[in-house]
C-alpha cells in the first residue's frame, strides 16, 4: 500500500506540474498575442521570421486561388471544419500561405467547401493588399494526426498539421515562407476569424494542474488516516 501511495502521489504531482507548465506556455502566448496587436506595418522584403510572432503586417501581392489549401481537424465553437489556406504571391517572389478563416464540415469527406469560386474575388491578375497577424502553422501533438497535401491531383488539398516543407512541396516552389499570415477580421474575401492564441486560455491547465495535486493531497490524507486508524486499533 506504502509503495502504491507514493507512485500515485509522485504521478498526480507530476502531472500537475505538466499542466502548470502547459498553462505558463499558453499565459506566454497570450501576452505575446498581445503586445502584436499594434501598428501595423509592412512586411516588404523582410522574411516573415524576421519579425516577432503575431506581428500585424501588410503585405501586398496577387493570390493563387487555384491551388489552395484546407486545414483539417479544425473547430470552431465545437463545429468541425476547416481552415482555408490561400497562397499570395508577393511582389519579391516570395508565396505567403494566408489563412483566410473557418469553413465548416459537409458532412461528407468526399464533399469539400467550395473556397474556390467565385475567383472573381481573388483575381491573380489584380495586385493586393492585405493585413494580418504572422502566425505558425499549427502543430499536432501526435504524429498519428499529420497528413502531408497530396502532390498531385485537385484543389483544394486537404491537410492536417502539415510541414512548411510538405506544402513548399505539392505548390511546387521553393520560396514558401514559412510563417502563415492570419487575415485581418475586418479584411475582406475571407471566412469565420475568431483568432486566438493556442485554443483556450491558460485558466483551464491552471484548473488542471490544481486538481491533480487536490489528489495528491487527499490520498497522502487517506493513507496517513487508514494507518493512524490501524496503529491505533493495534494498541488496544
Known amino acids: 500500500m506504502t509503495g502504491l501511495t507514493v507512485a500515485l ?29 499594434g501598428e501595423v506595418v509592412a512586411l ?12 500585424r503586417v501588410r503585405v501586398e501581392g496577387r493570390w493563387l486561388p487555384q491551388r489552395q489549401f484546407l486545414l483539417d481537424n479544425r473547430t470552431h ?9 490561400t497562397p499570395l504571391m508577393l511582389e519579391s517572389g516570395r508565396v505567403l500561405l494566408v489563412d483566410r478563416g473557418w469553413v465548416p464540415f459537409m458532412g461528407y469527406r468526399d464533399r469539400l467547401p467550395d473556397v474556390g469560386s467565385p475567383f472573381a474575388e ?11 497577424r504572422l502566425d505558425e502553422l499549427p502543430s499536432a501533438g501526435l504524429a498519428a ?18 510541414r512548411p516543407q510538405e506544402l ?14 492570419l487575415l485581418g477580421a475586418r479584411e475582406p474575401r475571407g471566412y469565420v476569424r ?9 485558466e483551464t491547465n491552471w484548473s488542471y494542474a490544481i486538481q491533480w495535486w487536490s489528489f495528491a493531497v487527499v490520498l497522502f490524507g487517506l493513507y496517513v488516516g487508514l494507518n493512524l486508524r490501524r496503529t ?3 494498541s488496544r
Request: charged content about 25%.
Open 232 to 234: 491505533r486499533e493495534e
Open 77 to 85: 465553437e465545437g463545429s468541425a471544419g476547416y481552415e482555408v489556406l
Open 168 to 181: 513548399a512541396a505539392a505548390l511546387a516552389t521553393t520560396q514558401l515562407e514559412p510563417r502563415m499570415l
Open 44 to 55: 516588404g522584403t523582410r522574411a516573415t521570421t524576421d519579425l516577432p510572432r503575431y506581428a
Open 194 to 202: 475568431d483568432w486566438k492564441p493556442g485554443g483556450r486560455g491558460p
Open 9 to 37: 502521489c509522485a504521478s498526480f504531482i507530476l502531472l500537475g506540474r505538466w499542466q502548470w507548465g502547459r498553462a505558463e506556455t499558453k499565459q506566454a502566448l497570450w501576452e505575446q498575442f498581445e503586445r502584436g496587436a
Open 122 to 132: 481573388l483575381d491573380p491578375a489584380m495586385p493586393v493588399t492585405v493585413s494580418g
Open 145 to 162: 494526426g499529420r497528413a502531408a497535401p497530396a502532390l498531385e491531383g485537385p484543389w483544394p488539398r486537404v491537410t492536417s498539421y502539415p
